[in-house]
T-cell receptor, first 114, second 108 residues
Framework: GAGVSQSPSNKVTEKGKDVELRCDPI?????LYWYRQSLGQGLEFLIY????????KSGLPSDRFSAERTGGSVSTLTIQRTQQEDSAVYLC????????????FGSGTRLTVV | KNEVEQSPQNLTAQEGEFITINCSYS?????LHWLQQHPGGGIVSLFM???GKKKHGRLIATINIQEKHSSLHITASHPRDSAVYIC??????????FGTGTSLTVIP
């Protein structure tokens, strides 16, 4: 597709369950970012992938969060043993990351932990 | 203290007014972004700046690296400009910092 695709768009899960969120970036974009936005809060950086380099995981809030990017394209953000405070919109963005290009954001996955 | 400070937090303007949103940051950066978040939640990247000035339609973004300050200007504002505008910076260490956003409402 032409944009960044995220799935699912909405996810309701029970506390303690694991969830996987998917991001399909724009073809050819080498950089991929995960953010989250909790209700009424600003954006929070989670993790950054650039090409084949080791990802920057400095924003992950706990070891229950992990992400991988297979083949330099699709990325999966996994949250284990979900907690209610994990409820947020999880946003993915990609960028060519060269020159003066900005991000293209996906429409997000709204995660609700009940 | 936040690494990125935006002002004002809220802004209401009459249609046609010239609008300025300010962003100050405290870290060394490789790039600064202005993002627009619509009421439905979708986020659009408006500008990425590392120096100088950029213009796109009625939007102008400037950055002063020495003063660690950026401004986003909207000329001839319109109700469809109503959104939250977010300043974000990427530090030399590839850390990302976000302002808390400026909520703009343009009244017809």
């Amino acid at each position: 597709g032409a944009g960044v695709s995220q799935s699912p768009s909405n996810k309701v899960t029970e506390k303690g369950k694991d969830v996987e969120l998917r991001c399909d970036p724009i073809s050819g974009h080498t950089a991929l970012y995960w953010y989250r936005q909790s209700l009424g809060q600003g954006l929070e950086f989670l993790i950054y992938f650039q090409g084949n380099s080791a990802p920057d995981k400095s924003g992950l809030p706990s070891d229950r969060f992990s992400a991988e990017r297979t083949g330099g394209s699709v990325s999966t953000l996994t949250i284990q043993r979900t907690q209610q405070e994990d409820s947020a919109v999880y946003l993915c963005a990609s960028s060519p990351d060269r020159g003066n290009y900005g991000y293209t954001f996906g429409s997000g996955t709204r995660l609700t932990v009940v | 203290k936040n690494e990125v400070e935006q002002s004002p937090q809220n802004l209401t303007a009459q249609e046609g007014e010239f609008i300025t949103i300010n962003c100050s940051y405290s870290v060394g950066i490789s790039a600064l972004h202005w993002l627009q978040q619509h009421p439905g939640g979708g986020i659009v990247s408006l500008f990425m700046l590392s120096s100088g000035k950029k213009k796109h339609g009625r939007l102008i973004a400037t950055i002063n690296i020495q003063e660690k300050h950026s401004s986003l200007h909207i000329t001839a504002s319109h109700p469809r400009d109503s959104a939250v505008y977010i300043c974000a910076v990427r530090s030399w260490g590839n850390q990302f910092y976000f302002g808390t956003g400026t909520s703009l409402t343009v009244i017809p």
